[in-house]
Structures are given as C-alpha cells and as structure tokens.
C-alpha cells in the first residue's frame, strides 16, 4: 500500500479482555517498530522486527503484551488481559533503510 | 523509557513569528530527526540530520546539531497557523540497529 495501515483506529476493550492491534507496513520495509504513545507524552519504544525476526522487545512493559511478524510484513501487537494502565495510542513505523520513520495513524486503546 | 527531552514543552506563538524548539539527548547518535505530530494522527518525518552535520535546512525548517553539547535545535521561520502540532526530536543509537527513540515533545500553537 501507499503508506502504513493500522487497524482497529478505535477500540474500546473491557478491563480483562484481549486485544490484537495489527499494522500492516509498506511494502519492502524490512524493519518495523511498534511505539506506546500516552497523552501528552512522546512514543515510547515497545519492539522493533527486522523481516519476521523480533531483534528487540525490550520495551515490552510486561509478558502479557506480545507481538509478531511471521512472514515478515503485516505485524500483530496482541495484549492479554489488558488493564487501565494499557490505555493508549499504539503507533507502528516501519522504514526500508535506516533514516525516516513512516508512522500509521495509531490504534488508540482505551480499557475500561 | 525517552532518549531525547524538548524544551520548552509547551510554545505559543503569533503567527508569522518564528518557533524555536530545543531537543537534548543522552548517548552517541547517528542521526537525529525532527517529527510533527497533528492532533489524534500518526507522526510525520521533517527533517534528519546526521551526526558529522551542523546545520539543515529545508524550506521554513532550519535545524541545527551540536553532538559536544549532545543538543539540537529546530527553528520553524514565519510561523502559519498550519504549523500548530507537537514536534518531537528523535535519535537513533550508534550502535546495533540504530533503534529511534523519542523525546517527550514541545506542544506549539500558532495564534493567527
């Protein structure tokens, strides 16, 4: 596609449910990020993909949020049980050769 | 956790004047870019500059890079109302894959 897709723009979860963000970067971008974004604040670094391989998870805040990239394009952020403090925007990005970032426009969480 | 912080976080201005946003960051970098944030959208690229530059410019934009001090700076000339956004700076590491992480932002308001 022309630019980076994210999907849901918009979910509301209950406190408890499971939740998939999906991301679906441009086409021959081999690396892809995944950002928390709190209101007010800059996005934060959760994992970063080169191709399918996950070479960076460390700003995963805890083992129930998990994220994957099996055939090295479209990426799935899933969160289990998620909780108030999950309430956010989710940004991926994802670039062909290290420089500019191209963002999606978000899936902004709110856990009720 | 954020790499680079902005100063001021928070910057109004009349419009036709010029903005001055300034981003300070920890550790060695290759490149620093300059990001604008709309209201409830994703992130959209400025400007990059790389570590061995001091100065970029690119139409209104005029960034500046001082990697003694560990500091840079971007200057919007005559202002519009157009340019109300938050804009974050952000650095990749100089070493392993060149992870980009975000600083927390300047929030600019252009009065017109």
């Known amino acids: 596609g022309a630019g980076v897709s994210q999907s849901p723009r918009y979910k509301v979860a209950k406190r408890g449910q499971d939740v998939a963000l999906r991301c679906d970067p441009i086409s021959g971008h081999v690396s892809l990020f995944w950002y928390q974004q709190a209101l007010g604040q800059g996005p934060e670094f959760l994992t970063y993909?080169?191709?399918?391989?996950?070479?960076?998870k460390s700003g995963l805040p805890s083992d129930r949020f998990f994220a994957e990239r099996p055939e090295g394009s479209v990426s799935t952020l899933k969160i289990q049980r998620t909780q108030q403090e999950d309430s956010a925007v989710y940004l991926c990005?994802?670039?062909?050769?290290?420089?500019?970032?191209?963002f999606g426009e978000g899936s902004r969480l709110t856990v009720l | 956790s954020q790499q680079g912080e902005e100063d001021p976080q928070a910057l109004s201005i009349q419009e036709g004047e010029n903005a001055t946003m300034n981003c300070s960051y920890k550790?060695?970098?290759?490149?620093l870019q300059w990001y604008r944030q709309n209201s409830g959208r994703g992130l959209v690229h400025l400007i990059l500059?790389?570590?061995?530059?001091r100065e970029k410019h690119s139409g209104r934009l005029r960034v500046t890079l001082d990697t003694s001090k560990k500091s840079s700076s971007l200057l919007i000339t005559a202002s519009r109302a157009a340019d109300t956004a938050s804009y974050f700076c952000?650095?990749?590491?100089?070493?392993?894959?060149?992870?980009?992480?975000f600083g927390i932002g300047t929030k600019l308001q252009v009065i017109p």
């Open positions: 500059i790389r570590s061995n530059e």
């Open positions: 990005a994802s670039w062909r050769i290290p420089g500019e970032l191209f």
């Open positions: 952000a650095t990749d590491d100089s070493g392993g894959y060149q992870k980009v992480t």
């Open positions: 550790t060695s970098i290759n490149n």
């Open positions: 993909f080169q191709n399918e391989a996950q070479l960076d």
